[in-house]
């Protein structure tokens, strides 16, 4: 089970690109379904949108909801870059694309959101790109593993759930700020978040589990909080320029994000969820859990809610320990200084 999509790879692929060759019912509050019922997906929430133009970065695009990101951005005109740390897994990815949608326009670039220098090299790249970057969704993830730590000691699931993304968005706002002047059309950051964030606060004095014990869910919990957090500091950020951000709970869906997770983690994600009966024996299909993503990049009503955090194909409300604008800027000013070269 899964609330967010899953990364994959490896660093010596950081900085490859790869140019795939080929052409170029909603509602606010509850759950959006289309007309007859049915829980909405992705080609409902783009049907009639013409994409053509912009160009979109996925994060974790070789599998899960950023495959189904990817495929439907592209199938709707996009051109898309898919971001992932499995450079080849992301080329085999965008060839099925093209075989689902001859005249997609992709294009594949490595990165590993656990390497700072691989975040770096990539932003480089993508901010050489003439077409510019209109829409970044952070989407990649990684769910329950046990502690795991990378470069300089940064527990997993913080590094690459918050920080890669922090950084990766940090180096490319002033490409979507450019971007969006150049076109007269907003850029969007979207970051996949969850509603696992409710569970545990962010604990800003030990965000790397040194001084307590390591809890894979509440490490989970705070790097989703982290997202929000974000979005709430990238918006007070970029007020009066042209960009926007959201954080998107897609909702229980089945994928390999769940590949850490044993019998008694399903356990206690039961107890932690009996508020919602129902919520893990109904998981929402791959499309379906993607929609809110792609709302999220294309919807127009979203004018009226910059930094908003989205569920369900609407706007929803996040915890109040994940929209503290202090805790939001503190948040900033630690991921600053836990990227700063050295």
């Avoid at 140019?19 to 959006?32: D, L, S, T, Y």
Wanted: glycine content about 8%.
């Amino acid at each position: 089970m899964n609330t967010a999509s899953g990364s994959g790879g490896a660093a010596r692929n950081s900085g490859r690109t790869a140019r795939i060759p080929g052409g170029a019912a909603r509602v606010f509050g509850g759950v959006a379904r289309t007309l007859d019922g049915a829980v909405l997906t992705t080609d409902d929430v783009l049907d009639g949108v013409d994409l053509t133009g912009r160009t979109a970065l996925v994060t974790g695009a070789t599998s899960g909801l950023g495959a189904e990101t990817a495929r439907a951005l592209a199938a709707a005109g996009a051109t898309v870059v898919l971001a992932a740390r499995d450079f080849d897994a992301a080329v085999i990815r965008a060839c099925r694309i093209r075989e689902l949608h001859p005249r997609a326009d992709l294009d594949v670039i490595g990165l590993d959101l656990t390497d700072q220098s691989s975040v770096r090299a990539a932003a480089g790249m993508l901010a050489l790109r003439r077409s510019g970057i209109d829409l970044l969704i952070n989407n990649a993830g990684v769910m329950y593993p046990p502690l795991t730590r990378v470069a300089g000691g940064l527990e997993l699931q913080f590094a690459t759930n918050h920080l890669g993304h922090f950084l990766l968005t940090a180096e490319l706002l002033p490409v979507l700020a450019a971007t969006a002047a150049r076109t007269g059309i907003p850029a969007r950051v979207i970051t996949v978040s969850s509603d696992a964030h409710r569970a545990y606060p962010i604990d800003l004095d030990d965000l790397q589990f040194v001084e307590r014990p390591y809890d894979k869910f509440a490490a989970y919990a705070q790097s989703k909080a982290a997202n929000v957090l974000m979005t709430v500091e990238v918006q007070r950020r970029m007020a009066g320029a042209p960009v926007a951000a959201y954080a998107v709970h897609p909702g229980i869906c089945v994928t390999g994000l769940a590949r850490f997770m044993s019998r008694d983690d399903f356990d206690r994600m039961r107890r932690l969820t009996v508020r919602t009966p129902g919520i893990l024996t109904n998981p929402k299909s791959t499309e379906q859990a993607a929609a809110t993503s792609v709302w999220a990049a294309t919807a127009a009503e979203l004018d009226r809610h910059p930094g908003a955090y989205l569920t369900d194909c609407a706007v929803g409300r996040a915890a109040e320990h994940a929209t503290d604008p202090d805790a939001a800027g503190e948040l900033w000013d630690l991921s600053t200084r836990l990227t700063t070269r050295r």
